[in-house]
Protein backbone atom coordinates (compact mmCIF):
# COMPACT_ATOMS: atom_id res chain seq x y z
CA UNK A 1 0.00 0.00 0.00
CA UNK A 2 3.03 2.88 0.83
CA UNK A 3 4.45 1.76 -2.60
CA UNK A 4 1.34 2.55 -4.23
CA UNK A 5 1.07 5.78 -2.24
CA UNK A 6 4.23 7.11 -3.43
CA UNK A 7 3.54 6.21 -7.21
CA UNK A 8 0.27 7.83 -6.96
CA UNK A 9 1.80 11.19 -5.14
CA UNK A 10 4.99 11.03 -6.64
CA UNK A 11 6.05 14.43 -8.29
CA UNK A 12 6.17 12.93 -11.89
CA UNK A 13 2.76 11.96 -11.12
CA UNK A 14 0.96 14.72 -10.97
CA UNK A 15 2.81 16.39 -14.46
CA UNK A 16 1.03 13.26 -15.85
CA UNK A 17 -1.98 14.08 -14.22
CA UNK A 18 -1.73 17.64 -16.13
CA UNK A 19 -1.19 15.76 -19.32
CA UNK A 20 -4.19 13.49 -19.44
CA UNK A 21 -6.65 16.53 -17.95
CA UNK A 22 -5.35 18.63 -20.71
CA UNK A 23 -5.35 15.63 -23.52
CA UNK A 24 -8.98 15.37 -22.42
CA UNK A 25 -9.70 19.28 -22.96
CA UNK A 26 -8.06 19.16 -26.10
CA UNK A 27 -10.42 16.34 -27.15
CA UNK A 28 -13.63 17.94 -25.98
CA UNK A 29 -12.55 21.07 -27.89
CA UNK A 30 -12.18 19.15 -31.10
CA UNK A 31 -15.18 17.62 -30.86
CA UNK A 32 -16.71 21.31 -30.19
CA UNK A 33 -15.23 22.38 -33.21
CA UNK A 34 -16.72 19.69 -35.39
CA UNK A 35 -19.89 20.82 -34.38
CA UNK A 36 -20.12 24.14 -34.59
CA UNK A 37 -19.39 26.31 -38.51
CA UNK A 38 -18.45 29.69 -36.23
CA UNK A 39 -14.58 30.17 -37.33
CA UNK A 40 -13.77 32.06 -35.01
CA UNK A 41 -14.74 29.71 -32.62
CA UNK A 42 -12.68 27.41 -33.93
CA UNK A 43 -9.60 29.74 -34.06
CA UNK A 44 -10.09 30.26 -30.56
CA UNK A 45 -10.48 26.99 -29.26
CA UNK A 46 -7.02 26.46 -31.47
CA UNK A 47 -5.56 28.96 -29.76
CA UNK A 48 -6.38 28.07 -26.11
CA UNK A 49 -4.80 24.58 -26.76
CA UNK A 50 -1.99 25.41 -28.11
CA UNK A 51 -1.46 27.73 -25.22
CA UNK A 52 -2.19 25.09 -22.51
CA UNK A 53 -0.07 22.59 -24.09
CA UNK A 54 2.78 25.56 -24.63
CA UNK A 55 2.32 26.29 -20.87
CA UNK A 56 2.28 22.60 -19.89
CA UNK A 57 5.65 21.60 -21.64
CA UNK A 58 7.47 25.08 -21.04
CA UNK A 59 6.63 24.95 -17.43
CA UNK A 60 7.58 21.46 -17.26
CA UNK A 61 10.90 21.28 -19.17
CA UNK A 62 12.08 25.25 -19.17
CA UNK A 63 10.49 27.08 -16.24
CA UNK A 64 11.81 24.50 -13.85
CA UNK A 65 15.01 25.23 -14.36
CA UNK A 66 15.52 29.05 -15.08
CA UNK A 67 17.16 29.32 -11.90
CA UNK A 68 16.86 33.38 -11.31
CA UNK A 69 19.18 35.26 -9.13
CA UNK A 70 16.81 38.33 -7.31
CA UNK A 71 19.16 41.32 -5.89
CA UNK A 72 17.29 43.30 -3.33
CA UNK A 73 18.71 46.35 -0.83
CA UNK A 74 17.39 46.81 3.06
CA UNK A 75 18.30 49.90 4.61
CA UNK A 76 17.31 50.42 8.24
CA UNK A 77 19.20 52.93 10.61
CA UNK A 78 19.15 50.31 13.72
CA UNK A 79 22.00 48.46 11.68
CA UNK A 80 25.02 48.88 13.10
CA UNK A 81 27.44 50.61 11.03
CA UNK A 82 30.14 47.68 10.88
CA UNK A 83 27.12 45.15 8.92
CA UNK A 84 26.54 47.73 6.60
CA UNK A 85 26.68 45.97 2.83
CA UNK A 86 26.44 42.69 4.96
CA UNK A 87 25.16 40.33 2.27
CA UNK A 88 22.29 37.39 2.72
CA UNK A 89 21.72 34.68 0.15
CA UNK A 90 17.96 33.54 1.04
CA UNK A 91 16.48 30.45 -0.59
CA UNK A 92 13.90 28.42 0.28
CA UNK A 93 10.89 25.99 -0.87
CA UNK A 94 14.13 23.50 -2.21
CA UNK A 95 11.28 20.40 -2.26
CA UNK A 96 14.53 18.45 -3.38
CA UNK A 97 12.33 15.17 -3.47
CA UNK A 98 11.13 16.69 -6.55
CA UNK A 99 14.87 17.16 -7.70
CA UNK A 100 15.47 13.47 -8.82
CA UNK A 101 16.24 12.20 -12.28
CA UNK A 102 17.06 14.48 -14.62
CA UNK A 103 15.99 17.53 -12.95
CA UNK A 104 19.15 16.62 -10.26
CA UNK A 105 21.74 19.33 -11.88
CA UNK A 106 18.96 21.86 -11.40
CA UNK A 107 19.49 21.75 -7.61
CA UNK A 108 23.12 21.64 -7.77
CA UNK A 109 22.98 24.55 -9.98
CA UNK A 110 21.48 26.59 -7.75
CA UNK A 111 23.76 25.31 -4.97
CA UNK A 112 26.60 26.80 -7.41
CA UNK A 113 24.93 30.15 -8.06
CA UNK A 114 24.10 30.33 -4.23
CA UNK A 115 28.31 30.08 -3.13
CA UNK A 116 28.62 32.34 -6.73
CA UNK A 117 26.86 35.41 -4.53
CA UNK A 118 30.03 34.86 -1.71
CA UNK A 119 27.30 35.48 0.94
CA UNK A 120 28.11 36.22 4.61
CA UNK A 121 25.18 34.59 5.82
CA UNK A 122 23.19 31.76 4.58
CA UNK A 123 19.35 31.34 5.25
CA UNK A 124 17.24 28.49 4.14
CA UNK A 125 13.35 29.58 4.93
CA UNK A 126 11.41 26.35 5.38
CA UNK A 127 10.47 22.59 3.18
CA UNK A 128 13.45 20.93 2.32
CA UNK A 129 11.43 17.88 1.67
CA UNK A 130 7.92 16.74 0.03
CA UNK A 131 6.83 14.37 2.97
CA UNK A 132 9.90 12.22 4.50
CA UNK A 133 13.20 13.15 5.32
CA UNK A 134 14.32 10.02 3.33
CA UNK A 135 14.10 11.72 0.34
CA UNK A 136 16.90 14.31 1.37
CA UNK A 137 19.67 11.48 1.18
CA UNK A 138 19.92 11.69 -2.93
CA UNK A 139 20.77 15.62 -2.13
CA UNK A 140 23.22 15.48 0.77
CA UNK A 141 26.45 15.89 -1.03
CA UNK A 142 25.22 18.80 -3.02
CA UNK A 143 23.96 20.66 -0.19
CA UNK A 144 26.75 20.12 2.42
CA UNK A 145 28.44 22.25 -0.40
CA UNK A 146 26.64 25.62 0.79
CA UNK A 147 29.52 27.71 1.89
CA UNK A 148 29.02 30.98 4.04
CA UNK A 149 31.43 33.03 5.67
CA UNK A 150 29.55 32.72 8.60
CA UNK A 151 27.15 30.43 9.23
CA UNK A 152 23.79 28.71 7.22
CA UNK A 153 20.36 29.46 9.04
CA UNK A 154 17.28 27.59 8.76
CA UNK A 155 13.18 27.21 9.88
CA UNK A 156 10.88 24.29 9.45
CA UNK A 157 8.28 24.55 7.01
CA UNK A 158 5.18 23.16 6.50
CA UNK A 159 6.30 20.01 4.46
CA UNK A 160 9.10 19.27 6.90
CA UNK A 161 6.52 18.19 9.29
CA UNK A 162 5.08 14.79 9.15
CA UNK A 163 1.80 15.83 8.02
CA UNK A 164 1.55 14.00 4.56
CA UNK A 165 2.40 11.28 5.67
CA UNK A 166 -0.50 8.30 6.76
CA UNK A 167 1.24 6.67 9.52
CA UNK A 168 1.43 6.39 13.23
CA UNK A 169 2.85 8.93 16.01
CA UNK A 170 5.80 6.64 16.77
CA UNK A 171 6.54 6.63 13.08
CA UNK A 172 5.71 10.63 12.62
CA UNK A 173 7.64 11.51 15.59
CA UNK A 174 10.75 9.48 13.85
CA UNK A 175 10.64 11.38 10.70
CA UNK A 176 10.35 14.82 12.43
CA UNK A 177 13.52 14.06 14.31
CA UNK A 178 15.25 12.54 11.16
CA UNK A 179 14.80 15.70 9.48
CA UNK A 180 15.83 18.51 12.14
CA UNK A 181 18.77 15.78 12.66
CA UNK A 182 19.64 15.99 9.00
CA UNK A 183 19.66 19.76 8.47
CA UNK A 184 21.91 19.90 11.87
CA UNK A 185 24.62 16.99 10.33
CA UNK A 186 24.94 19.28 7.38
CA UNK A 187 25.80 21.80 9.39
CA UNK A 188 22.95 24.81 9.20
CA UNK A 189 21.75 26.25 12.21
CA UNK A 190 18.32 25.51 12.54
CA UNK A 191 16.63 27.77 14.43
CA UNK A 192 13.14 26.50 16.30
CA UNK A 193 12.02 29.78 18.03
CA UNK A 194 15.46 30.47 18.92
CA UNK A 195 18.06 32.81 17.33
CA UNK A 196 21.83 33.06 16.73
CA UNK A 197 24.07 36.32 17.36
CA UNK A 198 26.26 37.45 14.98
CA UNK A 199 29.31 39.14 15.44
CA UNK A 200 31.55 42.27 13.64
CA UNK A 201 33.93 43.64 16.22
CA UNK A 202 32.08 44.73 19.93
CA UNK A 203 28.74 45.36 17.04
CA UNK A 204 26.20 42.19 16.63
CA UNK A 205 22.94 41.14 15.10
CA UNK A 206 20.57 38.80 15.35
CA UNK A 207 19.39 35.74 13.13
CA UNK A 208 15.69 34.61 14.76
CA UNK A 209 13.70 31.76 13.85
CA UNK A 210 10.25 30.66 14.46
CA UNK A 211 8.70 27.26 13.74
CA UNK A 212 5.97 27.25 10.59
CA UNK A 213 3.31 29.05 12.16
CA UNK A 214 0.47 29.36 9.23
CA UNK A 215 -3.12 29.49 8.84
CA UNK A 216 -5.60 26.91 8.48
CA UNK A 217 -4.76 23.34 8.33
CA UNK A 218 -0.92 24.43 8.53
CA UNK A 219 1.29 24.37 11.72
CA UNK A 220 0.82 27.29 14.01
CA UNK A 221 3.95 26.29 15.98
CA UNK A 222 5.89 29.50 16.02
CA UNK A 223 6.20 31.45 19.42
CA UNK A 224 7.64 34.66 19.45
CA UNK A 225 8.40 35.03 22.82
CA UNK A 226 10.83 32.39 22.80
CA UNK A 227 12.62 33.13 19.70
CA UNK A 228 13.25 36.48 21.08
CA UNK A 229 14.36 35.81 24.10
CA UNK A 230 16.44 38.09 26.11
CA UNK A 231 17.15 40.43 23.04
CA UNK A 232 15.98 43.84 23.39
CA UNK A 233 14.40 46.40 21.29
CA UNK A 234 17.48 48.04 20.26
CA UNK A 235 19.11 45.20 18.52
CA UNK A 236 18.62 44.50 15.07
CA UNK A 237 16.95 41.02 14.10
CA UNK A 238 16.25 39.22 11.28
CA UNK A 239 13.30 36.85 11.68
CA UNK A 240 13.07 33.50 9.50
CA UNK A 241 9.44 32.01 9.21
CA UNK A 242 8.35 30.11 6.45
CA UNK A 243 4.74 31.10 6.64
CA UNK A 244 4.39 34.99 5.56
CA UNK A 245 1.35 35.49 6.71
CA UNK A 246 2.76 35.41 10.40
CA UNK A 247 4.24 38.36 9.63
CA UNK A 248 1.52 40.68 9.68
CA UNK A 249 -0.68 38.43 12.60
CA UNK A 250 2.50 38.16 14.78
CA UNK A 251 5.62 39.53 13.80
CA UNK A 252 4.65 43.34 12.86
CA UNK A 253 2.28 43.41 16.10
CA UNK A 254 3.91 41.52 18.93
CA UNK A 255 8.09 42.29 17.68
CA UNK A 256 10.62 44.97 16.54
CA UNK A 257 12.04 42.27 13.96
CA UNK A 258 13.06 45.22 11.26
CA UNK A 259 13.31 42.75 8.62
CA UNK A 260 11.34 39.26 8.23
CA UNK A 261 12.38 36.49 5.35
CA UNK A 262 9.52 33.97 4.28
CA UNK A 263 8.65 31.80 1.36
CA UNK A 264 6.09 28.78 1.49
CA UNK A 265 3.82 30.43 -1.56
CA UNK A 266 6.27 29.73 -4.86
CA UNK A 267 5.19 32.34 -6.09
CA UNK A 268 2.00 30.70 -7.76
CA UNK A 269 4.12 28.95 -9.70
CA UNK A 270 2.77 30.43 -12.70
CA UNK A 271 2.18 34.10 -13.32
CA UNK A 272 0.23 35.63 -16.45
CA UNK A 273 0.71 39.49 -17.24
CA UNK A 274 2.18 40.11 -13.80
CA UNK A 275 -1.02 38.27 -12.27
CA UNK A 276 -0.45 34.73 -10.47
CA UNK A 277 -3.13 32.97 -8.53
CA UNK A 278 -1.29 33.40 -5.44
CA UNK A 279 -2.36 36.91 -4.72
CA UNK A 280 -5.91 35.23 -4.13
CA UNK A 281 -4.98 34.13 -0.37
CA UNK A 282 -1.51 35.83 0.04
CA UNK A 283 -1.31 39.65 1.30
CA UNK A 284 2.48 39.29 0.52
CA UNK A 285 3.76 36.24 -2.02
CA UNK A 286 6.57 37.20 -3.72
CA UNK A 287 8.91 40.25 -3.46
CA UNK A 288 10.25 42.76 -1.07
CA UNK A 289 6.60 44.45 1.15
CA UNK A 290 7.19 47.42 3.38
CA UNK A 291 5.29 48.42 6.84
CA UNK A 292 6.86 51.64 7.79
CA UNK A 293 10.95 50.97 8.40
CA UNK A 294 10.09 47.30 8.93
CA UNK A 295 10.15 45.03 5.71
CA UNK A 296 9.13 40.89 4.73
CA UNK A 297 11.14 39.43 1.57
CA UNK A 298 8.34 36.54 0.46
CA UNK A 299 10.68 34.10 -1.85
CA UNK A 300 8.62 32.42 -4.82
CA UNK A 301 11.74 29.11 -3.83
CA UNK A 302 13.14 26.72 -5.79
CA UNK A 303 11.00 24.16 -6.28
CA UNK A 304 7.28 22.70 -5.19
CA UNK A 305 5.97 19.29 -5.28
CA UNK A 306 4.93 19.71 -8.71
CA UNK A 307 7.70 20.55 -10.50
CA UNK A 308 6.59 23.21 -12.71
CA UNK A 309 7.19 26.79 -13.38
CA UNK A 310 6.02 29.67 -16.11
CA UNK A 311 5.98 33.06 -15.52
CA UNK A 312 7.63 32.23 -11.68
CA UNK A 313 10.80 30.96 -11.79
CA UNK A 314 13.30 29.47 -9.47
CA UNK A 315 15.16 31.85 -7.42
CA UNK A 316 17.72 32.97 -5.35
CA UNK A 317 17.69 35.77 -3.39
CA UNK A 318 20.92 38.74 -2.47
CA UNK A 319 19.75 40.64 0.19
CA UNK A 320 22.42 43.62 1.16
CA UNK A 321 21.97 45.37 4.67
CA UNK A 322 22.56 49.07 4.50
CA UNK A 323 22.46 51.30 7.39
CA UNK A 324 20.59 54.27 6.73
Known amino acids: MEAILMILFAPDTYLWALAAVM ?57 PASFDGYRIVQFGDAHVGSFNGWRQPILARAIDSINAQHPDLIVFTGDLQNKTPDEIEPHLKQLQRLKAKDCICSVMGNHDYPLYVDDDDLHKTHNLAQTMNTEEDMGWTLL ?89 SFREYSG ?33 LKKK
Open 192 to 280: NNTWRRIRRGEERIYIAGMENDGEGRFPQLGNITSALTELSRKDFVVMLEHDPTSWRRKILTHSHCQLTLSGHTHGGQFSLFGWSPAAL
Open 288 to 320: MYYAGDRAINVTSGLGGVVPFRFGTPPEIVVIT
Open 23 to 79: LLLTLALFRLCRRTRRRWLRLLALLFVLFGWYVLVYGTFFGISNITVRRVEFASADL
